[in-house]
């Protein structure tokens, strides 16, 4: 039973297997980047070449800054999510563990990396760490209202606080999800805010203050803080898949996995083609569109839900 | 709303220890104020351009531009050099449009020599038709860098591939790429060949269909507009006053071109407009120049319709190297190439300033010649120099990130500002 449990946290479907993921993605991600700009992109493997690099290189921490805080946080963005993996169902209804109100503690997991971002950079004493800092907080508040929003009014109309139970209420009602489409396209709009990518890459914009929080991170605690990064792509998109495309979860294990993948390959997809086409936005913009078109657009959702809800009772 | 949150620091530069950060609420704004140095290795200063903004959470208080860090010494150079051999060296300044500082400079030696109205027609054809290609492809850099800029990292690749038709152009006519030194004074180096003719009718075709796409993409994108619209606002005063030139003296309502006020290389001959625009923000900037280069584009195509017949050099084999034929039959000739090779031509004693509209804005040469080989003084009017000093006035009270918007569209070479 111990070693199921070890077996499950630190292999399958745990941290080894969602390292896997998170490098197989990045992959995917930058090729497509590549290829929408006309570039050749990397080789397949080059994501696993660049992280052993990274992880051999020397980490160097400022004079000035924090050492414990600084070394933690990126061990903190990891830990943050991979253990909210654990909760979301995958190929099948039900996820590696599961309790009720397992949604809010998913979406808390989900932002401790952008807390570690805020602290790491605010305690690297660089100016240009700071500025990431703050604006990884800011932009925090607003994409996070309107990506719980959505989640809430999917999981108001499965009328559970359990994703598990959530996946299993839309197997038994097939093309109910169809109901949840608008909350759909505001979580993928949220999580592209909680990856930092175009156009909400203000954090870390690299035109403007380098890396933002990462400028002074370097060596193994950097990696650190791109792995997890990686793997909050693949953590973000399952939860997306699970919560608003629950289909195909009574196929069998090869199967649903393959359709499981397809559909975290669809939404990193949504992701890579955003971030190719936008330009970035400012961080007042992005806080404003947060507000006055995200939030909106999810209560609506809530709304739908509460009305569909109505309707079927 | 943020900017409370930054933390005071006197020692603004060294790094704040964590002990010693603590949110300190003052009436004093000057006290909020902390100074961030920008560059010169940032990825947005376009080459080595230092900024010293002094910050104000995110709002910048003042912008104090440092420059200096690619001085080459080009002017002085320019003192110890023959008129020919300096030729090469404008390449390096604006090295994103050579064969426009080429012309600039080639212009203003003629015009010491007094040979300007003898440059066979042929050779002023050619020259206008390489410097509107050459506005093309600054123009194309300009615009990738500056949406880069802007966080969009996709565009300069498609820009990059225009600009490599126009480059392949060049290096199909002259075998060089980049630094291509082929004006001389006199004329051109050498005649075009046969295949370049097809080459620039295959560009012109595709960059029609290019250029309405890019317009598309920024007359059509909120996010470009909204980072651009009223961002770094420039007034006709403050731009004249400033003495600024070229797209962004343009965008502020100001028509003043170069080619058309002071018509050089037969210019005169040619249909164009000049777009101008009244609003003087960057995204006015932005789209004088995707004008321009429509109206380069036109240019081109007038040029190649009809290229006088004819030489390419002025007839004195004192100031132009002869082809190499008429030195193996002539003694005379001869030794003006050998003379010309090891020593070069004597000037008259005279002083000109000549200018011409480069991509940047109006690029000047200053010569004064004492008589011998070699000017006594050059001096470089640079367009990117004078646009720069304009940047502490038009963006101060913007974000940090409107600054790198700023600094986009003047579009600024530092191998020019630093010369």
Known sequence: ?313 | MISEKIPTSVDKFKAISSDNISVQESDDPGDRIVTLNMGPSHPATHGVLRLVLSIDGEVITEVVPHIGYLHTGMEKLGEYMSYHQFIPITDRMDYLAPMLMNLGYILGVEKLLGITDEIPARAQWLRVLYSELMRISSHLIWLGTSAIDLGAMSPIFYALQDREQIMNIFEETCGARLTSTYFRIGGLREDIPDTVIPMIEKFLKDFAIRLDEYQNLVTGNPILINRLKGIGCLSKETALSYCCSGPVLRASGVNYDVRKARPYSGYEKFKFNIPVYQEGDSYARFLVRMDEMRESATIVRQAIDAIPAGPVKIDRTDIILPDKHRTQGNMEELINHFILSCRGFNAPVGEVFSTIESSKGEFGVYLVSTGGEKPYRLRVHSPSFLNLSVLPAISRGSLIADIVAIIGSLDIVLGEIDR
């Open chain 1, 1 to 313: 039973m111990i070693l199921h449990d070890v077996f499950t946290l630190l292999i399958f479907p745990g941290c080894l297997f969602l390292l896997f993921l998170g490098l197989v993605f990045q992959f995917i991600d930058r090729k497509l980047h590549a290829r929408l700009q006309n570039r050749k992109g990397p080789p397949w493997f080059q994501p696993l070449p660049d992280l052993l690099k990274l992880l051999g290189k020397e980490e160097i921490i400022p004079e000035g800054a924090n050492p414990v805080m600084f070394q933690l946080m990126p061990i903190f963005a990891v830990t943050g999510v991979i253990a909210s993996f654990f909760y979301i169902p995958l190929w099948n209804s039900q996820a590696t563990y599961s309790f009720y109100g397992d949604v809010i503690v998913v979406i808390y997991l989900l932002t401790i990396p952008t807390f570690t971002f805020f602290l790491g950079g605010w305690y690297s004493s660089s100016l240009y760490s700071m500025i990431g800092a703050m604006r990884s907080q800011t932009q925090f508040f607003s994409y996070e209202v309107p990506l719980f929003m959505s989640v809430l009014a999917s999981a108001m109309l499965a009328d559970t606080w359990s994703l598990s139970e959530m996946t299993k209420w839309y197997s038994n009602h097939p093309f109910y999800w169809m109901f949840n489409l608008i909350g759909f396209f505001v979580a993928v709009v949220a999580l592209l805010g909680k990856l930092e990518k175009v156009p909400f890459d203000t954090p870390d914009a690299e035109t403007e203050i380098v890396a933002g929080t990462f400028t002074e991170y370097s060596g193994r605690l950097y990696a650190f803080f791109r792995v997890a990064l990686d793997i909050e792509l693949v953590v973000g998109a399952a939860l997306i898949v699970a919560v608003f495309l629950p289909f195909g979860f009574d196929l069998g294990p090869f199967p649903g996995f393959f359709v499981w993948l397809a559909k975290i390959t669809f939404v990193v997809a949504i992701l890579t083609v955003a971030r190719s086409i936008f330009a970035r936005m400012r961080i007042d913009q992005m806080i404003e569109f947060c507000w006055i078109y995200l939030a909106p657009a999810a209560f609506c959702q809530i709304l739908l839900s509460l009305v569909v809800k109505g309707a079927l009772h």
